[in-house]
């Protein structure tokens, strides 16, 4: 009997080996603390870029290197590191100028020099998860990536990785007057959407139903609370940093009756690069165009007061001054009861809650609506049952019915309503005693 020969299936693995890359931290002198915490974030952003860290090291100094950004020796050090640790990629915590990412190079021949900004840009790349969202990407990277044409060799000399993904892998060896037409158009298609966006809104706002803001520090839970507030899973939500990137407007229920309108928005962070906080404006319209913005921080994260800080700047720099807002302190279900005092001691208006279980959200609604109120009051209103008709349809475009009841010849509206309009339904009709 003849034996079967045949040849042996081996799998192979085919995906390209996860990227090495060693952290940089560099600051003044005067603030140790701040360096190393802010290489942790940038840690986190490294493995959501899906790279694995194999290196860190950091340098304090008395002012920063023109040409390199770090000291020669430092520059030695990680050339080093990287031979021993087996590294391809080295990431600054800093934005680097285009002659310091050249001469970087030129120092360190055989490493990807990437920086937080690019980073961060690559981040976003992969996560846009709508036409707008890709756009916005696409220019800021090419605004990012067009004053540094020639000191970023790693954009075609190395395959894949981060910091190549999105145009950078497509458009880098376009002449700069190809990548200039490139974001003019971009730009153009942008402003299509921004005013088809400023359509949606302008008609919005003719909807008499009140704006909420979900924003926040990333990664602190927004798309989490705002599935548990409206008990669908619509929004994406993910233990990872960005992970929402295009808005999510859903309604919501208010305690005293009818909805609001609540939209998920990106989240912040420190050092957020102005390329693309120009980029995501259209989105950040969202914002500025709120009734109310219910700002929610991680109570769990090491680092809250820096975050709370960065976000109430970046809020600052939105113009969102006078818009009312509800701050919530979300994982408050991590900490200790000690820790649970000195938060409320820290933030004397903190609302402690937990978007995974639920925990307080009641207090955030009510606090919610109570920051309505300032644009929406709460009346009622009676209408002859004569005057249902025609006039019931005015109400209805004018305000948000909470409650209607008949009363005798009468018909008594229980509203959310602006000031404004009050003041137009007034003076059609007397409202009740």
């Known amino acids: 009997m003849a034996r079967k020969t045949g040849v042996r299936n081996v799998s192979r693995e085919t995906r390209a080996p996860i990227e090495r890359a060693v952290l940089v931290g560099v600051g003044p002198k005067s603030q140790t603390d701040v360096i190393r915490a802010s290489l942790e974030e940038l840690k986190r952003l490294v493995e959501t870029a899906g790279a694995l860290v194999v290196g860190e090291t950091t340098q304090a100094l008395q002012r920063f290197n023109s040409s390199t950004l770090i000291g020669e020796g430092k520059v030695e050090e990680i050339v080093g590191m990287c031979a021993g640790l087996r590294a391809g990629t080295v990431i600054f915590d800093l934005e680097l100028s285009g002659a310091q990412q050249k001469n970087l190079e030129k120092a360190m021949p055989k490493v990807k020099i990437v920086d937080r900004t690019r980073l961060i840009l690559d981040i976003f790349a992969r996560r846009a998860r709508t036409n707008e ?3 916005q990407v696409e220019l800021a990277q090419l605004s990012y ?26 458009k880098l060896e376009y002449e700069k007057r190809h990548i200039q037409y490139r974001i003019k158009h971009l730009r ?22 009140p704006q909420v803001a979900l924003v926040g520090y990333t990664n602190v839970g927004k798309s989490t609370l705002l599935n548990q507030l409206t008990g669908e899973y619509a929004a994406y939500a993910d233990d990872k940093l960005f992970a929402t990137l295009d808005p999510t407007a859903r309604r919501v229920r208010l305690p005293s009756g009818g909805w609001a309108v609540m939209t998920d928005t990106v989240g912040f962070i420190q050092r957020l690069p102005t390329s693309l906080i120009a980029a995501f404006r259209s989105t950040l319209e969202e914002v500025e165009a709120a009734d109310c913005l219910l700002v929610v921080h991680d109570a769990s994260s090491p680092e809250l007061d820096g975050q709370h800080a960065s976000v109430k700047l970046t809020l600052e720099e939105l113009a969102t001054g006078g818009i009312p807002r509800v701050e919530a302190f979300n994982k408050a279900d991590r900490l200790s009861a000690a820790e649970r ?3 409320v001691r820290r933030y004397p208006d903190a609302i402690l809650m937990s978007a995974a279980s639920g925990d307080g959200l009641p207090g955030v609604l009510a606090r919610v609506e109570d920051a309505l109120s300032k644009k929406w009051l709460l009346r009622e209103i009676d209408a002859p049952a004569t005057l249902a008709g025609s006039w019931t349809s005015r109400l209805y475009e004018s305000a948000q019915i909470l409650e209607r009841k008949v009363i005798g010849e009468k018909i008594r509206f229980r509203l959310r309503v602006t000031a404004e309009n009050w003041s137009r339904l007034q003076s059609l009709l007397t409202p009740a005693a």
Do not use: C, K, N, Y
Not at 145 to 170: H, K, N
């Open 133 to 135: 969202g890709s756009l």
């Open 145 to 170: 990536m067009l004053p540094r044409l020639t000191g970023i060799r790693a954009f075609s000399q190395q395959a894949g990785g981060i910091g190549t993904r999105g145009p950078g892998e497509r």
């Open 188 to 209: 153009a298609e942008l402003e299509r959407v921004r005013s088809s966006r400023r359509l949606r809104r302008e008609r919005r706002a003719g909807v008499p139903v």
């Open 341 to 343: 005092d000195d938060l």
